[in-house]
């Protein structure tokens, strides 16, 4: 059943879980998650970019999430608008039956200029009223992601902040959640700590912390009851990078997020991690050793069905890490 971020994540706070937040564009996507999320018992949030909106359509996309929640009507599913940039494209998720909506207000609407407090701050309460009015929970964000290493914004995806940052644009503060929260009446918070989209968030092998904890744990004691979000939490398993890499894919030397980190941070209030680099990089995996291996095949379902397989095993292990499973 379709339930709203706020009522999976206060579970998921009174049980000292987090969910995994997954991006899809496509039915075999839909069809793999939703078939590890009833392998482990798992609640589930299955989120759709504006891309991925565009890529699908938001009519065939609802017949599917439509046909996705029916198909398992004992799990928990929240449908979640992620990466908002504006009023209208949250009420039109809204429209289409989404039961939560990211409105970042980080950016501007052009998803590259940071965007002042009180932009943000005014642009998320209009939503947060338009979405509780329609019973939709809204995660907002603060702080700007992108690497503590490099500091540079995640320009790879094509809509993160371009050019260097400052140091502390790229770590919220405290003060300034704990007053974003007040102002705007958000279900949920994204938190700049440490991570960014895509594949290539570390150059080399992370030794200790990645994640700035101190933030975390700072902005969890102050506002005990907002739920804190990870974005860029896929771990870019070097093991799936190699099988791309030795089936003609070229995917540079990187790391991703630990999962050991991630579980910290689940300790620390996080509750939903978002994921979408791992999932892309499981179907391409699958894909490339089928093509590579079969060259004369030209049936898409023999490279579909291996990367639905490969996307319900990822799922499975996140789901058991973050301590989802069993919970739905
Ligand atoms: O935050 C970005 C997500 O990975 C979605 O990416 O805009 O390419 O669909 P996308
Ligand atoms: P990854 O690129 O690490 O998978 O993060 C996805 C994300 O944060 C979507 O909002
Ligand atoms: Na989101
Ligand atoms: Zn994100």
């Known amino acids: 059943a379709r339930i709203t971020l706020r009522q999976l994540l206060d579970h998921a706070a009174e049980h000292d879980y987090g969910v995994p937040a997954f991006n899809i564009s ?30 699908a359509n938001d009519l065939i996309l609802s017949k599917l999430l439509d046909g996705l929640t029916e198909l398992y009507p004992q799990i928990p599913v929240c449908i979640h608008l992620d990466h908002g ?3 209208d494209t949250c009420v039109t998720a809204i429209q289409h039956g989404f039961t939560s909506v990211m409105m970042d207000g980080s950016l501007m609407a052009d998803g590259t200029t940071p965007a002042d ?17 329609a019973g939709v ?3 907002g964000e ?3 992601l992108g690497s503590l290493e490099t500091r540079q914004g995640d320009q790879e995806d094509g809509h993160g902040a371009t050019g260097v940052l400052e140091e502390h644009q790229l770590l919220t503060d405290p003060d300034e959640a704990v007053r974003f929260v007040a102002d705007t009446g958000v ?5 700049a700590m440490g991570t960014s989209h895509g594949a290539y968030k570390f150059t080399k092998e992370p030794d200790g912390s990645v994640l700035a904890m101190h933030v975390i744990e700072e902005i969890h004691r102050r506002l005990p009851d907002t739920h804190l979000v990870m974005h860029g939490s896929s771990s870019v398993p070097t093991d799936l990078c190699q099988i791309i890499n030795d089936h003609g894919g070229a995917i540079r030397p990187t790391w991703g997020v630990p999962m050991e980190e991630i579980r910290r941070g689940i300790r620390h209030g996080v509750r939903k991690v978002n994921i979408d680099t791992d999932i892309r990089l499981a179907i391409t ?4 050793s089928v093509m590579w291996d079969n060259p004369d095949e030209f049936d898409p379902r023999k490279f579909m069905a291996p990367a639905m397989t490969a996307v319900t095993k990822l799922a499975t292990e996140k789901f ?6 069993g919970h739905a």
């Not at 392998?39 to 991925?52: E, F």
């Not at 279900?187 to 938190?191: C, G, K, Q, R, V």
């Not at 995996?285 to 490339?288: C, G, I, K, P």
């Not at 058991?320 to 499973?325: L, N, V």
């Open 85 to 87: 940039n504006g009023v």
């Open 142 to 144: 603060l702080g700007v």
């Open 285 to 288: 995996a699958a894909v490339r």
């Open 187 to 191: 279900d949920a918070l994204a938190i």
């Open 137 to 139: 929970s809204v995660e």
């Open 26 to 55: 496509n039915m075999e996507q839909g069809l793999a998650l939703m078939a590890a999320a009833d392998a482990t018992d798992s609640p589930v949030i299955l989120q759709m970019s504006r891309g991925a909106r565009a890529y």
């Open 320 to 325: 058991e890490a973050f301590g989802t499973a």
């Open 117 to 133: 407090y009180d932009y943000n701050a005014g642009i998320t309460r209009r939503v947060v009223e338009i979405a509780h009015a």
